[in-house]
């Protein structure tokens, strides 16, 4: 990796991928989730209530693919700077930021637990760890 | 019968990582003239990573229809090993001490952080 404006460009492009990324699968989760609570799924009846009510799943359903093609192409604009082996283990760092985001979304409602925060530490450990070494500085 | 198909998907869904920085490197070398997005587009390689992705996450669907969650999720992060090895030894990246350490922690991460 070359210093200077390239440099910044590629963590902007990884970054991007991180959280277009996780930004997709909570879509996704959150769409599958309402889904879920429809009994269309069940029933098969289709009635002009049921059909509002899909509407918002498959608002996120379609923004969360949206949102992953566009990951892939950020995603492959930063594979064209950096080895993969540097690149891939950061995508780690989408999981940590579903996690915070399924917590947080009062949607998911997911619980906090310390299993799942020290898996969190780890990540960012062994991020620093991929991004520090000396001859794959980002 | 089970195990067998996370492997499967695992395999697909890292072949396409190879395949997408294949098209990317090929794409970047070439000549400037187009952008970049055209060239990527104008590579067989990125359509067969789109395929690979694809069948990949079909064969993922699968995977979660019949285990629980909780349970599948964790395997997601041997997909980290399957695509450091693949660039590793089909890449032929360099990879220090120190990156393997630091992905062999991630991957403890992931499962701790997928699991139940």
């Known amino acids: 990796m070359t210093a200077g404006r390239t440099h910044w460009k590629g963590i902007l492009l990884i970054g991007c991928s991180i959280v277009l ?23 098969l009846e289709i009635s002009p209530e049921v059909i509002v009510r899909l509407l918002p799943v498959l608002t ?18 930063a594979l064209a700077k950096y080895d993969l082996s540097l690149a891939y283990p950061l995508l780690g760092l989408s ?4 996690y915070i985001g399924a917590v947080i979304w009062p949607h998911l409602h997911e619980t906090v637990s310390v299993s799942k925060s020290i898996g969190i530490l780890l990540i960012l450990t062994g991020v ?5 070494s000396k001859r794959s500085r980002l | 019968m089970d195990y067998v ?20 490197v090929k794409a970047d070398k070439q000549p400037a003239g187009t952008h970049f997005l055209r060239r990527l587009a104008a590579r067989k ?23 629980e969650v909780s349970k599948a999720f964790p395997f997601l992060s041997l997909g980290t090993v399957l695509v ?7 890449l032929r990246e360099t990879i220090s001490a120190t990156r393997w350490t630091g992905v062999v922690i991630i991957v403890i991460g992931i499962v701790l952080l997928s699991g139940s």
């Not at chain 1, 620093?128 to 520090?132: A, N, P, Q, R």
């Not at chain 2, 198909?5 to 098209?23: D, E, G, R, W």
């Open chain 1, 60 to 77: 996120w359903v379609l923004t969360g693919l949206v949102l992953y093609a566009t990951s892939m192409l950020t995603w492959m604009g």
């Open chain 1, 95 to 98: 999981y940590v930021l579903v």
């Open chain 2, 5 to 24: 198909l996370i492997f499967v998907a695992l395999a697909f869904i890292s072949t396409s990582q190879i395949l997408q920085k294949i098209a990317a």
């Open chain 1, 21 to 43: 990324s996780a930004g997709a699968q909570l879509l996704m989760k959150a769409g599958m989730l309402e889904l879920g609570n429809l009994d269309i799924v069940r029933t």
């Open chain 2, 84 to 90: 450091l090895l693949a660039s590793r030894y089909y």
């Open chain 2, 45 to 67: 390689e990125t359509w067969w990573a789109v395929i690979t992705l694809g069948t990949g996450t079909l064969f993922w669907l699968a995977v979660l229809y019949r285990m």
């Open chain 1, 128 to 132: 620093f760890l991929v991004t520090g």
